[in-house]
């Protein structure tokens, strides 16, 4: 059993930064892949990021490839998504997930088996 939760969510102006953090507990938090998905208001959720149980392998959407950067302290248990340049239609409420696997990197949901509850991001224009 692993639970997550979510921090970091805010206001910011566009061209701004936000650093979300994903709070973990239980014993197989190392051993999962974790992702990152976000869900804006009337559309459906989507993959944002992703990275292995190791840090050693990521996977982003196109949408924020070099402007977002995932990364994990499996010490601390915690995975953090650094987002920079922000834009409007990252707004969104950004969601936290643990994979099956120690390796795989899915885009989709029913590749993760934990959620957090989100944390909400707002980019002003």
């Known amino acids: 059993q692993v639970q997550l939760v979510e921090s970091g969510g805010g206001l910011v102006q566009a061209g701004g930064s936000l650093r979300l953090s994903c709070a973990a507990s239980?014993?197989?938090?190392?051993?999962?892949?974790m992702g990152w998905f976000r869900q804006a208001p009337g559309k459906e959720r989507e993959f944002v990021t992703a990275?292995?149980?190791?840090?050693?392998?990521?996977n982003y959407a196109d949408s924020v490839k070099g402007r977002f950067t995932i990364s994990r302290d499996n010490a601390k248990n915690t995975v953090y998504l650094q987002m920079n340049s922000l834009k409007p239609e990252d707004t969104a409420v950004y969601y936290c997930?643990?994979?099956?696997?120690?390796?795989?990197?899915?885009?989709?949901?029913?590749?993760?088996?934990?959620w957090g509850q989100g944390t909400q991001v707002t980019v002003s224009s």
């Open positions: 997930a643990a994979g099956r696997t120690p390796w795989g990197l899915p885009r989709g949901g029913n590749g993760y088996e934990y």
């Open positions: 239980g014993s197989s938090f190392s051993n999962r892949a």
């Open positions: 990275i292995s149980w190791s840090g050693g392998s990521t």
